[in-house]
């Protein structure tokens, strides 16, 4: 039977919950086990697809094609756990399904519908929906701060879950704050104690605290907690700031003792832990050979998380190739401002992202132009490729007008247009073309070198594609499809052989990036930009001093 590890949170928001789940699976995969991981988010949105990224940040998406919160992709990039739409509830969408049943008028027997036992018996399902028979033990994240009114039944279902599945087959941690005080000079152990307090008011008591920290605590303050919350001195884990990379996390547990009492708490046999990858992986990030800089231009770069798994999928690309790379995050409006020189020279590599809606989309083409005509790598991932097809067409094929339907509707050369079976959609939410996609490469492409297999499957989001009645055209000047869909309909992945490195892909292979194993696209983009750099380095050094 599996396991049950429930987190929770306290103090205040943003603590790192989803990466402290992310490395706790980690380790539980490196002692051996097998592990699930899900999420519970407490808003009433059915799934954060219809939310703006400025409210939410990235939406991570699923092979199945699940539009899910981005601490999924902490989930996928830390373990091998196989992720589904089982692996990420709201509100909403426990409500969802009550509601429905209820509708339906067979479920509930003509009972009155309430919270309890009729919604928490929803989330219980859902956490039971993954602890199959293959499962050693499941990992289940409580979205929100303890204390909010709307993550109540969610910690009121894990609370019954213990009395279903049984007391010794859960383990319930709870990630803290202990904030400094400068003025007092002292770490300060209160807004724990009340928060803990309130958990166990609702009946849950933590066994293992994990507490956020940027300085060390002291073994007395460690004892003060441990008699304060009612746990033992040896649950009480100290979680210290990274500063260099997130990456670092797990290794700081496994220093402060967290796998051993977790597997000894659940009363679990595995193996002894070899997290040695892991630590080569993190020595790589650490100490770098070289470095390399790449302009990211999109919509959203104030947003710190709007285009998280990208700038993960580059730290990665940059372990594989031993390089750090320094983002320049480029407001794609400031280029159709400012033009392109200014905010671009001196980069190794341009990378467009995803994006939605009008703004910025003239500044994006600006950068692709720039990228272009410059010979700089270039990188376009969704939106980026259709901003790259209407910069080629309008530069080079001389449609001047050349737009996406998404912005211009009365284009008259629509080279990103609507497929016809998404023209009849009227509702937003989960309609868009989603999940993993089939793609077929052509021989001695860029994308063929990189991923060394003929065929591949990406994770798309988005309702535009490439219109094909503009292939020819297109294929004659030399930007030209090199990924397919199967039955040749789709054009997934775009290049230009007559420049050093540019590439666009209409899918998002910054879902599928992990430390340990760069994305090939990201990886090759990167060893491209290096090259760039060596270039234009041996241009500079080459031409002769002025005066
Ligand atoms: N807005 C574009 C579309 O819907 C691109 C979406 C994206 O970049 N994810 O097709």
């Not at 939410?56 to 699923?62: P, T």
């Not at 097809?389 to 247009?417: K, M, Y």
């Not at 023209?423 to 070198?449: D, E, F, K, N």
Request: glycine residues 8%; contains cysteine.
């Amino acid at each position: 039977m599996a396991k049950h590890i429930f987190v929770t949170g306290g103090v205040v928001s943003s603590l790192g919950k989803g990466l402290t789940c992310a490395s706790i699976g980690m380790l539980l995969e490196h002692r051996g086990l097998r592990v699930r991981l899900q999420k519970f988010d407490p808003y009433i949105n059915v799934d954060p697809g219809t939310m703006s990224p400025y409210q939410h940040g990235e939406v991570y998406v699923l092979d199945d094609g699940a539009e899910t919160d981005l601490d999924l992709g902490h989930y996928e990039r830390f373990t091998d756990a196989p992720l589904t739409r089982d692996c990420n509830y709201t509100t909403g969408k426990i409500y969802l399904s009550v509601i429905n049943k209820e509708r339906e008028g067979r479920h509930y027997e003509g009972r009155t519908v309430q919270v309890i036992p009729h919604v928490t018996d929803e989330i219980k399902a859902a956490v039971r929906r993954l602890a199959g028979d293959d499962v050693d033990v499941v990992i289940t994240e409580i979205g929100g701060t303890v204390g909010d009114i709307e993550s109540l039944p969610f910690l009121e279902a894990i609370r019954q879950f213990a009395l279903d599945v049984g007391r010794a087959n859960c383990l319930y941690i709870h990630l803290t704050l202990v904030p400094y005080l400068k003025a007092a000079g002292e770490l300060k152990t209160k807004p724990t104690q009340h928060s803990v307090g309130a958990l166990r008011q609702i009946g849950i008591q933590p066994d293992l605290l994990i507490c956020r920290t940027e300085h060390p605590i002291s073994a007395e303050d460690k004892d003060k907690i441990a008699l304060f919350c009612n746990v033992e001195r040896t649950a009480v884990i100290e979680e210290r700031d990274k500063e260099f990379s997130i990456y670092e996390v797990p290794i700081s547990l496994v220093n402060n003792g967290l796998d051993e009492i977790l597997v000894k708490r659940l009363g679990l046999k595995t193996n002894p832990l070899d997290i040695s990858d892991w630590r080569a992986m993190v020595n790589r990030v650490l100490h770098p050979d070289t470095e390399v800089t790449i302009a990211v231009v999109g919509k959203y770069m104030k947003h710190r998380d709007a285009y998280k798994s990208v700038f993960e999928s580059l730290d990665h690309a940059g372990i594989a190739n031993r390089a750090r790379v320094v983002v320049r995050r480029v407001e794609a409006e400031e280029v159709d401002r400012r033009g392109a020189a200014g905010l671009l020279s001196g980069v190794d590599g341009i990378l467009v992202p995803g994006g939605f809606g009008m703004r910025g989309i003239e500044g994006k083409i600006e950068a692709i132009r720039y990228a272009r005509t410059r010979g700089i790598p270039f990188f376009g991932i969704c939106l980026g490729m259709q901003c790259a097809a209407v910069e080629f067409a309008r530069s080079v094929l001389g449609f001047e007008d050349a737009n996406s339907t998404e912005f211009a509707q009365a284009t008259h050369h629509p080279v990103i247009s609507l497929m016809e079976d998404q023209s009849t959609i009227r509702q937003r939410g989960g309609t868009m073309r989603l999940g993993a996609w089939p793609c077929v490469l052509s021989p001695s492409s860029l994308a063929r070198q990189a991923y060394g297999v003929d065929e591949i499957r990406e994770r798309h989001r988005h309702r535009y594609e490439f219109n094909n009645a503009y292939r020819e055209a297109f294929v004659a000047d030399g930007f030209i499809p090199t990924g397919l869909s199967p039955d040749g309909s789709l054009v997934e992945i775009m290049e230009i052989p007559d420049h050093p490195w540019f590439l666009a892909v209409q899918f998002h292979p910054e879902f599928k990036s992990k430390p340990i194993k760069s994305h090939p696209l990201f990886r090759d983009f990167i060893a491209a930009a290096l090259k760039h750099r060596e270039g234009s380095r041996t241009e500079v050094e080459a031409r002769p001093a002025a005066g």
